[in-house]
């Protein structure tokens, strides 16, 4: 059931919807669009892109997962449900034959070697490597989703944030997304906030994060932004649609 709850300074009605019914009835996507989902520990954010990537991706507009865990049991159960290849190395093989099928999406899991010596290093050289394959692959190819699930990893621990910022500025031309998700904003490129078509902000005390809200942009008041997420329980989001200036509360 829809509801709506007062939750800004001065009065302003923000509508709540249920995870199901903001997919059904909110949710809409155009290839080339970015998202960011920003939130702290805890807040949920592997689960709500992956639910928001099981509503959007299809053969014709594939996703592409970047897993920079050793072991992921949350990517490996969504793989499985939603027809996802997982990879190691990009790109992927072509498939032949009458009776291939193209997938909906791919994870792309370079293999790691933590437990060897200077495993940590060679595991790093190898995420980049294939994630640095993949990254200008989908800028060239387009009509794909990548969902860095630790945009703040990526963008320092793989050197990578030239790659980010360029999918974030110049990939819509290309129909080519980046949806990122972080717990770090301090530390991910002010594209992310300024860029992103999509928005999805959790409860997050720390005052410092909040102060990022500021560099959203579009019209959208950042003392709004922050007054509602400041009332949000856990798993809940703030939803930010720039083109329409949509906003709303999407429950766990």
Not at 96 to 109: A, I, M, N, Y
Not at 226 to 237: G, I, K
């Amino acid at each position: 059931m829809r509801v709506t709850t007062r939750t800004s300074p001065d009065g302003i009605e923000v509508t709540e919807y249920d995870r199901e019914q903001f997919l059904d009835e909110v949710w809409e996507y155009k290839p080339g669009e970015h998202l960011s989902l920003i939130g702290p520990t805890e807040a949920g954010k592997t689960t709500l892109g992956y639910q928001l990537l099981g509503a959007t991706t299809t053969p014709k507009l594939q996703g592409v997962v970047l897993v920079m865990k050793p072991q992921d049991e949350t990517a490996v159960k969504f793989g499985k449900e939603n027809g996802y290849e997982t990879i190691r190395s990009w790109p992927p093989a072509k498939m032949t034959g009458p009776w291939s099928k193209k997938p909906r999406g791919f994870t792309l899991w370079p293999k790691t070697d933590f437990h060897q010596d200077h495993g940590i290093y060679r595991t790093r050289m190898a995420q980049y490597q294939q994630f640095n394959r993949c990254f200008a692959d989908v800028y060239r190819r387009g009509n794909r989703i990548l969902f860095a699930d630790e945009l703040a990893a990526i963008c320092d621990e793989l050197g990578m944030r030239e790659q980010v910022v360029n999918m974030y500025s110049r990939g819509r031309s290309q129909r080519a997304g980046i949806w990122g998700a972080t717990q770090r904003p301090v530390e991910i490129p002010r594209l992310a906030y300024s860029s992103a078509h999509h928005l999805f902000l959790a409860h997050d005390p720390d005052e410092q994060d909040r102060k990022r809200f500021g560099e959203i942009g579009g019209g959208i008041d950042p003392k709004l932004v922050d007054a509602v997420t400041m009332a949000l329980p856990q798993y809940w989001w703030l939803y930010l649609r720039r083109k329409d200036r949509t906003l709303c509360i999407v429950r766990a």
